[in-house]
């Protein structure tokens, strides 16, 4: 990689100015690869650009030297929304009666869990939305703030202040109003987290509880909070300080886990008795197997690999009423993980 600022020669390289006036810092600076800095005629500061205590930088690519790939694009068709078509009267109707069409009795497992994936997907689908921080829960009362700060710090810097102490006596009335709002916006989020807990935890409902402890913890990614750094212990009893120490801790520790030293002998496995093979358990899936695993699925469970809800089949949604699983499927129970209620072997 190559600093494209310092690379070009140019009469000023600081693309930040300390509010003293009198230290200049590049802070900002354009980093590009061999195969792209070959088609970078001119790279420098510039003052066109958005009002900012930061100086703008411009670089200068010749495009004709680029060739041009078409790779094709997917579009985001969102994922199926269970909730919706179970809730809505409307959509529940037209699922079923979709569904109603499109089975025929005689699918098997496989072809009857795609054709009910493909008829939700077409019935009520939900685009992601970005995930929402404690910025951006109170972003209309944090922008202004922000915006305020930035623009004084603009004026202050500018060398035609006619009154730069009243600017900077505005400047640090602004930064307390900013820190003072950022306060009350984390305490807002952190106070609306705590009533979707209260109210998931009330409800009994566990997956909103944890769709709102995954966003709590998102919400201290986003704003970067720094993660604790793995330091395991020495033999001295110290902690290790960088990864040269703990790979000297963590090397030995995995040589005795994962390395067998002991002797093995070939022939050890004639002596132990095998167990009966039962070719059965490897058979499709019946339709009293899965008619047993809808009887004892909760809801609000995680989907498999289907992304199927139990919702959609359960017995206490009305999605369930119309539904019709195949005919043709054997009626002879087996074991399944999922069915609690059969014995194991």
Known sequence: MKVLNSFFPKKRYATYRNIDGRSYHMLDAFSASTSLFKRVSDCGITRRGVASDHTAIQMKININTIKLQMKERTINAGTTDWTAIASDETLNQVFNYKISQQLQGEETYGEYFSIVSNVAQATATTLPKPPVDWFEFSKWKLQPAMDLVTSLLAELRNPNNPAPDDTANQLKLANKIRNIAVRDAKIAYTRHLSIELHTSVDAQDYRSFHKTIKAAALGNEINHTSKSTMALRLPDGTRANNDKDNMSVMLPHCQRMFNNHRPVSPTALEH???????????????????????????????????????????????????????????????????CRSTPRR
Do not use: V, Y
């Not at 909760?298 to 289907?306: I, Q, R, V, Y």
């Not at 359960?314 to 002879?332: A, G, L, M």
């Open 272 to 338: 132990m008795k095998q167990r009966d093979e039962i070719p059965e358990l490897g058979g499709p899936i019946t339709k009293d197997e899965f008619m047993l695993a809808i009887k004892h699925q909760k809801n609000n469970k995680s989907p498999g690999a289907n992304g199927i809800p139990a919702e959609a089949f359960n017995h206490r949604t009305p999605i369930h009423k119309s539904c019709r699983q195949p005919e043709n499927w054997e009626r002879k129970i087996r074991h399944h993980p999922i």
